[in-house]
């Protein structure tokens, strides 16, 4: 008999063990399962968030376009909030920032700056479109930095930038621009693309949601001259979610369905965008390799061409070199224009020689030229306060190649 319970009591003792097993086996189960379904368990660069700066444009005494029923700068808010607390409460990874949480007045420089500050990896600006006279104009559309194809784009831009004139010394403060002047958008000619290809991207993802997530007007996505755009620092759009001064689009705006639906789709276009910098971000190992410290005496000795003084004669396009070349070349990207600059151009700034290529529709304008990256690193410094934005590109036999690989290539050439 006690041999028997002996064996009963060691029977009872393996099959608490079985139970046990089985019940942490359930356990890793559902915690793979969760990981699987939930969208946004983003993998990140170790060490530092994808940060994200959501913008509700306008607030306090400053309420953007006037409904019969609502306010822009509340549906603007409305929309930002449900878009952050998507990201927060799905993304691992990811923080969010906002420029404004409440009903208060936020100048435009100190939202760019924010997110500037925030060293963020995202700008979302959202607000709320009108048209004067008109009932029956409808649709979502997405904006990002760049010149304005039309009237209608740049009244868009004329109507978002002149919150400023609210804003105490905004002549001393966006040196002397006029959002209400046309001479005034001259400076959007041209832009920066270091972001400009991202921007886009996003840009596009945010469209094609509204368009099938949440059954909008597709109004496509532009180019305008905006200044909460031109300050940032990284890629941005500014999306105008419908139009206030159209009563039923009014009324899907003042809806928490609108609102829901609105928001729901610029949070899936981020976890596209989200997903493909993920990919690009492992592909290229992460982190970045640190760029080759400046020589005292450079590999090869080319003349450099100072950056002031008269603009050249007309620029040309970059010819491709006769016969391959074994080391990448290297250049300033300096600025990107829709059309060809005429000769002496202002946008130049009396930089010369300079050359450009077209690439996406773009005229993409270079300076300096040279197989010693560190020649190239130094003539960019020389030129930095004219074009601050400026940055460096590479060809090999004629064609453009990632910067990444032609400075490993420089390094091992040494």
């Known amino acids: 008999m006690e041999a028997i319970a002996k064996f009963s009591q060691k029977n009872s003792y393996i099959c608490i063990l079985i139970n046990m097993i089985t019940y942490r086996l359930k356990i890793i189960f559902l915690l793979c399962s969760l990981w699987l379904v939930f969208p946004c368990f983003c993998s990140t660069a170790k060490g530092k968030d994808f940060v994200v ?31 952050g607390r998507l990201i927060q409460n799905n993304c691992n990874g990811v923080k969010v920032i906002y420029t404004r949480k409440t009903d208060v007045f936020i100048p435009l420089d100190r939202r760019a700056q924010i997110a500037n500050n925030a060293k963020a990896d995202l700008f979302i600006s959202i607000h709320t479109n009108s048209v004067a006279r008109s009932k029956t104009v409808r649709g979502a559309e997405t904006y990002t930095l760049g010149l304005h194809r039309t009237e209608e784009n740049l ?32 400076m959007f000619e041209f832009v920066q693309d270091k972001n400009m290809e991202k921007s886009v991207k996003l840009a596009t993802y945010v469209q094609k949601q509204f368009k099938h997530t949440a059954k909008r007007i597709d109004k496509g996505v532009h180019q305008a001259g905006f200044l909460v755009l031109r300050a940032t620092s990284m890629p941005s759009v500014l999306i105008e979610l419908g ?28 976890l596209h965008y989200k997903r493909e910098h993920d990919t690009s971000a492992r592909q290229s190992g992460v982190a970045q390799e640190s760029l080759p410290k400046p020589e005292s005496k450079p590999e090869e000795s080319l003349e450099e061409t100072p950056a002031t003084g008269e603009a050249g004669p007309a620029t040309k396009p970059a ?50 030229e ?40 420089f390094k091992r050439n040494r």
């Open 319 to 368: 010819a491709k070199p006769a016969q391959a070349t074994a080391k990448p070349v290297f250049k300033i990207q300096i600025l990107t224009s829709g059309k060809v600059l005429p000769k002496g151009s202002k946008l130049l700034k009396g930089v010369s020689p300079v050359s450009y290529y077209h690439e996406k529709g773009l005229y993409k304008y270079t300076y300096g």
């Open 53 to 83: 700066v959501i913008d509700p444009g306008h607030g306090g005494h400053d309420p953007g376009a006037v409904g019969k029923r609502g306010k822009e700068k509340n549906i603007n808010l409305n929309v930002a909030l449900k878009v």
């Open 155 to 186: 009244e868009v831009a004329k109507k978002e930038n002149s919150v400023i004139l609210i804003e105490e010394n905004y002549e001393q403060r966006y040196a002397g621009f006029n959002p209400n002047s046309s001479e005034s958008y001259i």
């Open 370 to 409: 040279s197989t010693d990256y560190n020649k190239i690193l130094r003539m960019r410094r020389n030129i930095a306060p004219k074009f601050k934005d400026a940055f460096i590109i590479a060809f090999k036999n004629g064609e453009k190649m990632n910067i990444n690989e032609a400075i490993k290539e």
């Open 243 to 270: 139009y206030i001064s159209t009563p039923d689009e009014e009324q899907y705006l003042l809806s928490d369905a609108g609102t829901t639906a609105l928001s729901n789709s610029i949070y899936q276009a981020f």
